[in-house]
């Protein structure tokens, strides 16, 4: 926890700052958080990898290599056994990117709802600063009105005192 703005007993109170996500922490895994949950959101995050992508391209590649020299020939040309293994692949591939991309929409969703949350509560707060100073900087002014008036005071003071003691001096030497 981190240290929040003064209050107004000038001591420092602890704040949260992750407050307004916690709210939303049931969001974060995108399967949920069993085992088989977590693995099928790497599955999900790894057909997007350049690793992935390199790797398909070159097990395609020796695919239709071997099958069309002649080094094998399980899958002659038009390659429908690979034609199967893209089908297949793709069939548990897009429901997994398209739950992961659900869930991390709800996900953004709910983050942007909490920083906006965060966002009212600094403005709030800026807002209760913001009048503190208005408040001390007007209890500033009246201050520098009251010490300008003291001044005046003392110097009409003073001056009074100068012409009483010269007038006594005066009297004193005649």
Avoid: C
């Avoid at 001591?11 to 949950?37: C, I, V, Y």
């Amino acid at each position: 926890m981190a240290l929040s703005n003064k209050e107004s007993s000038g001591k420092f109170m602890a704040r949260d700052h992750l407050r307004f996500h916690r709210a939303h922490q049931h969001l974060m895994p995108t399967f949920g958080e069993s085992w088989f949950a977590l693995k099928a959101e790497a599955f999900a995050r790894f057909f997007g990898t350049p690793f992935f992508l390199g790797a398909q391209t070159i097990i395609v590649l020796v695919w239709i290599v071997l099958n069309v020299t002649g080094v094998s020939h399980f899958d002659l040309y038009p390659f429908i056994l690979l034609n199967l293994a893209f089908s297949l692949q793709a069939a548990y591939a897009a429901p997994l990117i398209l739950l992961a991309q659900t869930r991390q929409a709800e996900r953004d969703k709910a983050h942007g709802e909490a920083d906006a949350l965060h966002r009212e509560d600094l403005a709030q707060a800026n807002e209760k600063r913001l009048k503190f100073a208005a408040e001390q900087a007007e209890q500033m002014i009246k201050l520098i009105e009251m010490n300008t008036e003291l001044t005046n005071v003392t110097k009409q003071l003073t001056e009074r005192i100068e012409i009483i003691t010269d007038q006594l001096h005066k009297q004193l030497i005649k």
